[in-house]
């Protein structure tokens, strides 16, 4: 797998609204339909290294009767990575797609 | 539910982070389970299928602790700004993120800034001293253009402090190319109670005083400050003008206005007041002292006898030292034509150096240390900015990767240094400024003179221009190098370190260097004061109580002598006192001898005469290595008998026995020896000069007396005080443990300053040192951590890798060691240069220096080496 996909797969899970870590797991999950899955211990130290670079913020929000969560959104630096590393990749792709021969419609 | 927290809790056990944080990883995780659990149970999971599934979560990944801690531990990353933010606002920013950075790493702050105001603290402290001996300018206008007159012997090329009238007379009637001369003298009380005296809370105190020509301040190009000082219109005031010291117009007169211009009463004696000299001024001749009242003293006369110490001239402009020199030769050579007693020949001789003929060399020679100490400090900075520059690395690269310019890199790191710099100066200037006054005390004042010494805005200034250069000049480097990392190898974990190991490893060869350089250094300093100061002094003035008696005006010459005798045969029959004697120029009093002794042809004086009364040399611990010394006796038997001293038996006789031999003082007084004695010190900065003590004739009056105590009991001065006014009444008595008043004049044997220059400076240089090479060996620890781990997986021995470390440490120790004897032996001929009577051949300072550095080092190198034994190859290998 490319470098950089794991990244580029958070990123992009938060980048409709902010999301706690489990939810970036599971949203990750259902959007691949299963073929990527994050176990917490390779997300959490990619998540505190995003947060880390300044990509992402994460904010702790208690919710009536809940345990407190902590909740990540994407900076404004983030949010152009995202744009960068997303026209990156979709130009991989098309590279990859290119050279193993599938058709475009 | 399974305790999901405790659970990632114990996995995380290896995290060791700030708690807070620590909490907040777990806390974060555990949620995480607790949602995978919900989660599975939701979709019907049995809960125990459950519980293993979601605990896989945390599976694998054996360095997960360590991974977390390395982002999380980090500092914070500068924001980076793709925006038109630029100029002061961007400034700003990375003031702000260098700030953060500090603040996030309190142990290299506290270290960084521990070294700048340590380092730039012994320098500001020894600047302050050495400012006013070394650099500052003298307070007279155009100090450069004047010159002390002193006369060197034809002969022995020694200069004599006293230059006869004769000689000023003629340089004032034939030498355009100098001024006329100024001269300052003691004054000439026609009796003691004239002497000008102030009523203190302690009884009366007498008014330090001395005369000066109209023309003096003139030639110094002083001005008043308040009021006028002396000018030719005042001929004819002689006496009667006066000016008095800044401090004591405060002192004195509280500073009244009203004063100047007017009369003035002290005791007795009324003087007119022109002005007041300005603050800070002190007289161009170490004998001045500090006078608080300054009185005009008549022109000299052609007729007058004898001569005045240290007359001052100011040279033309223009006119070179050498052509003023020969004019002045010349001049005194129209004198001395067709003279056999020829005095010699007058020197115009520097300010600087005759004001400070100790201290400066000496003052120069902890400079230079404390410029090695500032090396050293600069160096230390230079290593722990390497090393920082490393752990940011990682950052440094992916800011670059991101776009960053290196140009915004450094920009930071440089402010942080500029801040670290101007801290560690402000801190040391006010470290300085705090503890100068009980930093002084302990300072030999032989060191520094009359000097007014202190902290100023010039050391100020040196201070941060020195805190500041030496932090932005030695962190500049590393930034640079941190600026100039290959980006993609060092995000790959790879390179970019084998530079920075290299700079690091000349760095400690400089510090193990410099530090050699410095303790020896330190070494032949402290021996240099303790030979100035400790040269023994052949007397003792242990328990000793001196007595200065102020005779009553009205009193005879004869008159006082008996009082003298009245006094002295008081304290002979005092239990208390084990011997008792008096003489006329005791040592450490500054007095010149009382006579002299003419050479057999009657030309140079070759030996000074003292006058002592018997008891004397017991009273001050003399023993008589041959013969005798003066017994009660010889005052009526053998009024001409005298004691030689071991040199001036030497000069008189040669190798002959002098012990019942004759000599003639050439003043028509003939001795007879009858005992030999030590030679005495008479000034802490001088050799000895050969002596003959003699009994004084009967009318003088002036004798110092000196009382062997057998405690230094506290009563004991209060009563002889009481002692000699009921046997003298009247008299303005001074009664002092003559030790205490030999410290205070001289600062002769102060061992907490040998102790302080000595231990002080090395301690830091060593300190400094250990620092610097620990700081490098731990970098190189941390950078080959996985090289480490690859010996440890193939079989090396823990033992062998610090063993290793230890040696690669110790080869720097030893070049730095080589080059440090190098620059001792470069330095050994300039501090032979410098210093009085000083032995720099000294293999044992050099062994202890070599020795203790070394050990320091391997010290140092020792405890980060141990480091590596921790290594785990396992989790190295794996990271690979």
């Not at chain 2, 500001?124 to 307070?139: K, Y």
Request: aromatic letters at 6%; glycine letters at 10%.
């Amino acid at each position: 797998m490319k470098k950089g996909s794991a990244e580029l797969l958070i990123l992009s899970a938060i980048e409709a609204r902010p999301r706690h870590g489990y939810d970036i797991a599971r949203r990750i999950e259902e959007r691949s339909k299963g073929t990527v899955t994050f176990h917490a211990a390779s997300l959490y130290p990619l998540l505190y290294r995003l947060e880390h670079r300044g990509w992402i913020a994460g904010r702790w929000t208690e919710h009536r009767g809940e345990r407190r969560r902590r909740l990540y959104r994407l900076t404004p630096e983030g949010r152009k990575v995202l744009a960068r590393q997303r026209s990156l990749w979709r130009a991989f792709v098309k590279a990859i797609d290119r050279a193993v021969g599938v058709e475009h419609a | 539910m399974p305790d999901w927290r405790a659970r990632v809790a114990k996995r995380l056990a290896g995290l060791r982070l700030d708690p807070a944080t620590e909490r907040e990883v777990i806390d974060e995780l555990t949620q995480h389970l607790e949602d995978r659990y919900r989660d599975l149970l939701a979709r019907g999971a049995r809960p125990d299928t459950a519980a293993v599934e979601a605990w896989r979560e945390l599976e694998g990944h054996p360095r997960l602790s360590r991974e977390i801690a390395s982002v999380r531990m980090a500092w914070p990353l500068a924001p980076i700004q793709h925006t038109a933010r630029g100029g002061l606002p961007a400034l700003w920013d990375d003031l702000v993120f260098a700030w953060r950075r500090l603040r996030h790493a309190p142990g290299f702050t506290v270290t960084a800034l521990l070294t700048i105001t340590l380092t730039v603290g012994v320098n500001t402290a020894i600047l302050s001293i050495a400012d006013a001996v070394l650099f500052r300018p003298l307070p007279y206008a155009d100090a450069d253009e004047l010159a002390i007159l002193q006369v060197r012997d034809r002969k022995s090329g020694a200069q004599s402090t006293l230059t006869p009238y004769s000689y000023l007379h003629a340089i004032n009637a034939a030498c355009p190319s100098v001024s006329d001369v100024g001269g300052l003298d003691p004054v000439q009380w026609p009796s003691p109670a004239a002497m000008p005296r102030i009523d203190t809370p302690d009884g009366p105190a007498s008014v330090p005083t001395m005369a000066v020509t109209s023309n003096y301040f003139g030639i110094l190009g002083v001005l008043a400050a308040r009021g006028r000082l002396f000018n030719d219109n005042d001929a004819g005031r002689e006496g009667r003008a006066a000016v008095l010291s800044h401090a004591a117009w405060l002192r004195i007169f509280g500073g009244d206005e009203s004063v100047v211009g007017n009369t003035i009463t002290l005791g007795t004696a009324t003087f007119d007041l022109l002005g007041v000299l300005p603050p800070g001024f002190i007289f161009p001749s170490p004998f001045a002292g500090r006078p608080s009242l300054v009185v005009l003293r008549k022109p000299f006369g052609p007729e007058e006898q004898g001569g005045t110490f240290h007359p001052i001239v100011r040279i033309a402009k223009g006119v070179s030292r050498e052509r003023a020199q020969a004019e002045v030769e010349a001049a005194a050579s129209t004198v001395t034509a067709g003279v056999d007693e020829n005095p010699g020949v007058p020197v115009l001789n520097d300010v600087r150096t005759l004001l400070y003929p100790v201290g400066r060399p000496i003052m120069r020679l902890l400079l230079a240390a404390a410029v090695f100490i500032l090396l050293l400090g600069c160096a230390n900075l230079a290593n722990m900015m390497l090393v920082r520059g490393r752990r940011g690395l990682t950052d440094t690269a992916v800011r670059l990767a991101l776009g960053a310019s290196r140009g915004r890199l450094i920009r930071p790191m440089f402010l942080e240094a500029l801040m670290l710099g101007l801290g560690g100066a402000l801190l040391a200037v006010g470290l300085t400024a705090v503890t100068f006054d009980a930093l002084l005390r302990q300072v030999p004042p032989v060191a520094y003179g009359r000097a007014d010494v202190g902290v100023d805005y010039r050391v100020l200034l040196i201070a941060l221009a020195m805190g500041l250069t030496c932090a932005t000049a030695f962190g500049i480097v590393p930034a640079w190098r941190a600026a100039g990392v290959d980006a993609i190898a060092l995000i790959r974990r790879r390179g970019g370190r084998g530079s920075q190991v290299r700079i690091g490893r000349p760095l400690v060869a400089l510090q193990v260097a410099i530090a050699v350089a410095v303790i020896f250094g330190a070494i032949v300093a402290g021996r240099a004061f303790v030979s100035v100061l400790n040269v023994p002094v052949g007397f003792s003035s242990d328990r000793v109580v001196r007595v200065e008696l102020g005779m009553p005006a009205d009193l005879s010459r004869a008159d006082r002598r008996a009082a003298i005798d009245r006094v002295v045969d008081a304290l002979a029959r005092r239990p208390d006192v084990e011997a008792v004697g008096a003489a006329g120029a005791v040592p450490f009093s500054g007095r010149a001898p009382d006579a002299g002794v003419r050479a057999a042809d009657g030309g140079a004086l070759v030996v000074g005469l003292i006058y002592a009364l018997p008891g004397y040399f017991e009273a001050v611990g003399l023993q008589p290595h041959r013969g005798r010394t003066l017994v009660p006796g010889d005052r009526a038997a053998n009024p001409d008998v005298a004691v030689l001293s071991s040199s001036a038996a030497k000069t008189l006789f040669g190798d002959r026995d002098p012990i019942g031999a004759h000599f003639d003082d050439g003043r028509g007084r003939r001795f007879q020896v009858v005992g030999v004695v030590g030679d005495v010190r008479n000034f802490v900065d001088r050799e000895t000069a050969p002596l003959a003590y003699a009994m004084p004739p009967p009318e003088r009056g002036l004798l110092t007396i000196v009382a062997k105590t057998r405690t230094r009991a506290p009563g004991v001065l209060s009563e002889i005080k009481a002692d000699a006014r009921r046997t003298v009444p009247g008299a303005l008595t001074t009664v002092e443990w003559w030790e205490d008043g030999i410290a205070a004049n001289t600062g002769y044997r102060n061992p907490r300053f040998q102790t302080l220059v000595l231990s002080g400076l090395a301690a830091l240089a060593l300190g400094l040192t250990a620092l610097g090479i620990f700081s490098v060996i731990a970098y190189l620890v941390a950078a080959r951590t996985r090289e480490m781990g690859v010996r440890l997986a193939i079989g090396a021995s823990p033992r062998s890798l610090v063993g290793l470390l230890l040696r690669q440490a110790l080869a720097p120790i030893a070049i730095g060691l080589a080059a440090g004897l190098v620059l001792i032996q470069w330095g050994k001929q300039l501090a032979e240069a410098q210093l009085f009577k000083v032995e720099t051949a000294d293999p044992l300072a050099l062994i202890a220096a070599s020795v203790t550095v070394v050990l320091a080092g391997a010290a140092a190198a020792y405890w980060p080496a141990r480091r590596a034994t921790k290594i785990n190859p396992v989790d190295v290998l794996r990271a690979e």
